[in-house]
């Protein structure tokens, strides 16, 4: 292995084009290893406690837990084929007085899999800030737009009226429930705790004998020095059900964002035209056709969202398929599905703070499809004014869609629509409704319910969960 990586070999659009500095560093090869030695350190302490080492022994371990020489470790898991370790024989090496005792008790997996849940909690954190970042744009658009009336589209068909801020409201709604499902899923982590080779204890058992410390007393000792809660049960490695979980909840986020983009590039289309996503001055849409305005950014959202997806399903292999006390079949895939999706994520959550904020909304093209398919929508509420007088709603729901139907041919020829004035010439409709207030009610502008008072509402609960 190189010990540097250039653009003159692969390298991973994760490793330098996806995600943040911030994310990368906990997912670094350097970061795991510090974490690892810090499991080593809070084990050394413990087994002080114990009377097992000496207080020189954990400082002299403290003192070089920082000095992590990559290199030197990949050298020698050359020869061993073990990275853990290659990683202590690197730091005993560091350590004159304490490198004799590192690992003492442990099986590789009570350092690997309780640094693996370190990483995971931190990781979660970025993305949490990113997340509550995002909510908050969105509450301010939502506000901003609460009662601007458009066309809604149920089937991908023009449907009854809605507000921007209502449809806003819908993405919002979805990403609150999973910062909560995130939230929950990281406050129940757990690491697998100091368990063994099987998870019985049994070499810190024979460790302890005749000491002042138990098994269990051990692994609370290291578990609450690094701040990390242990599962009760465990075979060599935490359950993989956890992995399961985090993905589940990882995934629901990539799902929320996926829409949002979605629905973004619908409506960027001409043939609605209402939002597009902001275009730099310098910014080209394409290398062929000069005028293109391409929705690359929530294309790029929907892209890693895929990935995301399909990466999760590998956590539900290594659940289900993690056979006895362990297989280490999972070992080489989570080296890949943690820090992809989560880098993956990382930047889903950037690109989609971006476009938040610079969210293009073309007020002309949505009252133009207001005025054009308005009409249409408005026909529900003639309907329910119809009932109100005693008409029958079957025949009522007839007349009104062999109008519409007439109506979309004419559109669809050229011609203007004739939908209000062809319902408000009815003999039947007008011998309920006059016809100039069938003409009032045909005005769908106003036809949107409670949404506004709704849409205000999310943004209030997203204020208040935000503090």
């Known amino acids: 292995m190189p010990p540097q990586f250039t653009h003159e070999t692969f390298l991973s659009p994760f490793s330098w084009r996806y995600g943040s500095e911030q994310m990368r560093q906990v997912w670094s090869e350097a970061n795991k290893r510090r974490l690892w030695r810090q499991m080593w350190v809070a084990l050394a ?23 992590i020489d990559i290199d030197a470790a990949h050298a020698l898991e050359r020869n061993l084929q073990h990275d853990l370790m290659a990683e202590v024989k690197v730091y005993a090496s560091q350590c004159p007085i304490g490198g004799g005792i590192i690992h003492l008790g442990a099986t590789s997996m009570d350092i690997e899999d309780n640094a693996e849940v370190l990483r995971v909690r931190a990781a979660t954190d970025v993305l949490l800030v990113n997340l509550r970042s995002i909510l908050d744009k969105l509450a301010q658009q939502i506000e901003a737009w609460a009662d601007r009336p458009c066309v809604a589209f149920t089937h991908l068909q023009p449907a009854e009226p809605t507000t921007i801020g209502y449809r806003l409201a819908m993405y919002a709604q979805d990403l609150l429930t999973d910062l909560e499902e995130i939230e929950r899923v990281q406050r129940s982590l757990r690491g697998k705790g100091m368990k063994g080779a099987v998870g019985t ?5 024979q460790l302890l004998e005749g000491t002042p410390l138990t098994a269990a007393d051990l692994e609370a000792h290291v578990m609450d020095s690094v701040g990390l809660r242990a599962y009760p049960i465990t075979g060599q490695t935490y359950p993989r059900k956890q992995d399961l979980l985090i993905m589940g909840a990882l995934s629901s986020l990539a799902s929320s964002l996926y829409k949002f983009a979605f629905d973004v590039r619908l409506l960027q289309s001409p043939s609605i035209g209402e939002w597009s996503e902001p275009f730099g001055a310098q910014q080209i849409g394409s290398s062929a056709m000069p005028f293109k305005r391409n929705p690359i950014n929530s294309e790029k959202i929907d892209s890693l969202g895929r990935l995301v997806a399909s990466m999760a399903q590998v956590t539900w292999e290594n659940a289900s398929q993690s056979l006895l006390e362990r297989t280490l079949d999972d070992s080489a895939n989570r080296r890949e599905v943690f820090p992809v999706i989560f880098l993956a994520l990382d930047e889903m959550l950037t690109v989609a703070g971006k476009l938040i904020d610079g969210l293009c909304i073309d007020e002309r093209a949505v009252q133009r499809n207001l005025q054009k398919y308005g009409t249409f929508a408005a026909t529900e509420r003639l309907l329910m004014e119809l009932g109100k007088t005693g008409a029958d709603r079957q025949q009522m729901h007839e007349i009104l869609r062999n109008y519409s139907m007439t109506a979309w041919e004419a559109i669809a020829d050229g011609a203007p629509n ?32 409670d949404a506004p008072a709704r849409a205000k509402a999310m943004a209030a609960q997203i204020h208040t969960k935000l503090g």
């Open 201 to 205: 204890a049994a070499s810190y058992t």
């Open 45 to 67: 302490q413990a087994e002080a406690a114990a009377g097992l080492v000496t207080a020189e022994q954990v400082a002299d371990l403290r003192a070089h837990q920082d000095d």
């Open 418 to 449: 004739p939908l209000v004035d062809d319902l408000c010439a009815d003999n039947i409709l007008t011998s309920y409704i006059p016809g100039d207030r069938i003409r009032v009610l045909l005005n769908a502008a106003n036809y949107v319910g």
